[in-house]
């Protein structure tokens, strides 16, 4: 009785043992998977907070164009008032990644006195992986269009 006593005490040991490399196994394997997981993840929250930060800074563009008087005479001083208003919100914002960021005013005409005027911004990211599909940079743009009288 003894005797069986030990040999199955003994299976037991190096049962445990084996389920210890098995672990350590299974970790090797999904590690590189949770790794991509986390990555993907990462890079899709800053293109999601790109986008959002792109939009309200547009949104601030465009509050400033309705609520200034355009004519052709002040077409480029109200042109750069809306910009410098989307760069305030950028800066805010993004701090030093706003520097990147390219910003398109196009306005126009539709009908007798009123004009279209589009606000597009462009931001380029670099992913934190170089994946194999997308490549390393994202280029996230925003748009906006409003339509004012003259």
């Not at 805010?92 to 398109?104: D, F």
């Not at 997308?134 to 009288?149: L, P």
Request: proline residues 3%; contains cysteine.
């Amino acid at each position: 009785m003894t005797a069986f006593m030990l040999w199955t005490t003994n299976q037991s040991v190096s049962s445990a043992g084996d389920r210890r490399g098995t672990a350590a196994v299974e970790f090797a394997v999904v590690l590189p998977t949770l790794i991509l997981i986390v990555l993907a993840t990462i890079d899709l929250s800053r293109m999601a907070h790109a986008s959002y930060t792109l939009s309200n800074a547009l949104c601030a563009g465009a509050e400033v164009a309705a609520t200034k008087r355009v004519t052709s005479y002040s077409q480029s001083q109200w042109e750069s008032e809306v910009e410098l208003a989307i760069q305030e919100h950028l800066q805010q914002s993004l701090g030093q990644l706003a520097t990147s960021v390219q910003i398109n005013i196009t306005t126009v005409p539709v009908t007798g006195d009123m004009n279209q005027t589009t606000l597009q911004a462009t931001l380029p990211l670099d992913a934190t992986a170089d994946w194999p599909v997308f490549g390393g940079t994202y280029v996230v743009t925003e748009s906006f269009q409003i339509r004012q009288y003259r």
